[in-house]
């Protein structure tokens, strides 16, 4: 029995989960600089604008959770959300970023339309709470180190404070020393939870620590998850997306080239398509 994901509704008529149709949160894994960020979001939007899909632009203004000490965190707190502000405003985008301590979350909220719970800290329930009274529609990370089943206790956290308005990512398992694996099975048993349900692609084909001082990836494998995961009911797709990977100043081997993302877009269409007209049948 199919589970229907809870509605989302997000600013200039956004709306996720529910009876609409698959969305994506995409965008650079961290803001490089204002104009780079910029662009990738003018671009990316107009692809979903041509495809009529629901888009979040994610970017990161610090990546604290870096595998060495002179890996590049982005511009920072206010700073980086002054670019994503300008770009909210600008493009009419709803923006997500991820928070890292309590205290940045007052700030954020002011600015964010979706505030992400990083993987690593999906429990910690102090920064969870506190994201949650914001009343902000919330984006969980599942942790790398947790069951799917175990992602209710999650839940019931952000619904203590009130806060329904919450999305669940899947991005991965480990699978021994820095590798991932996507356990299919996450999906479904996700969705059993009422909330919409997303399939990380990216950080799915992630190798934590596989260059030693950074983490690599096989980027390649990327439209492979994006359609597993939508074809067992993902609500929408998350998605590291740059013009030009290889100088990529975060996550470079596990990002899809913007040029390849209108075919990946329009080939999951056609699949979330051909899902619903069966579904009907039955």
Same mark, same amino acid.
Request: with cysteine.
């Given at each position: 029995m199919t589970t229907v994901a809870k509605e989302i509704k997000l600013i200039n008529?956004?709306?996720i989960g529910g009876p609409n149709s698959f969305f994506l949160i995409? #965008?650079?894994?961290?803001i490089e600089t204002h104009k780079h960020t910029f662009f990738l979001a003018r671009e990316i939007k107009k692809i979903c604008d041509h495809l009529k899909i629901p888009f979040i632009f994610k970017a990161s203004y610090d990546k604290a959770n870096r595998s060495s000490i002179s890996s590049f965190r982005g511009p920072g707190l206010e700073k980086?959300?002054?670019?994503?502000?300008?770009i909210k405003k600008e493009l009419g985008v709803p923006i997500l970023s991820d928070v890292h301590e309590t205290a940045q979350v &007052?700030?954020?909220a002011e600015v964010l339309d979706v505030i992400q719970i990083p993987a690593f800290l999906c429990r910690q329930t102090d920064l969870i709470l506190a994201a949650a009274q914001t009343q902000k529609p919330l984006n969980?990370?599942?942790?790398?180190?947790?069951?799917?089943?175990?992602?209710?206790n999650v839940i019931d956290k952000i619904l203590s404070q009130k806060n329904?308005?919450?999305?669940?990512?899947?991005?991965?398992?480990? $699978? #021994?020393?820095?590798?991932?694996? $996507?356990?299919?099975?996450?999906?479904?048993?996700?969705?059993?939870?009422?909330f919409p349900v997303v399939i990380d692609a990216s950080h799915s084909v992630q190798k934590p620590g596989g260059q030693g001082?950074?983490?690599?990836?096989?980027? &390649?494998?990327?439209?492979?998850?994006?359609?597993?995961?939508?074809?067992?009911?993902?609500? #929408?797709? $998350?998605? &590291?997306?740059?013009?030009?990977?290889?100088?990529?100043?975060?996550?470079?081997?596990?990002?899809?080239?913007?040029?390849?993302?209108h075919v990946l877009l329009s080939s999951l269409c056609q699949l979330?398509?051909?899902?619903?007209?069966n579904n009907s049948l039955d």
């Open positions: 008529n956004v709306k995409g #965008g650079p894994c961290v980086g959300l002054d670019i994503l502000n300008h &007052e700030k954020a969980i990370k599942k942790g790398q180190f947790l069951s799917p089943y175990d992602m209710k329904d308005n919450i999305i669940i990512t899947e991005r991965g398992t480990f $699978f #021994g020393y820095n590798n991932l694996v $996507f356990d299919i099975r996450s999906i479904p048993i996700m969705k059993r939870l009422g001082a950074s983490s690599g990836g096989d980027a &390649e494998f990327i439209p492979y998850i994006a359609k597993a995961g939508v074809s067992v009911g993902a609500d #929408g797709v $998350f998605l &590291e997306i740059h013009d030009n990977p290889p100088q990529a100043l975060s996550d470079k081997h596990n990002s899809l080239y913007l040029n390849e993302l979330k398509s051909a899902l619903s007209r």
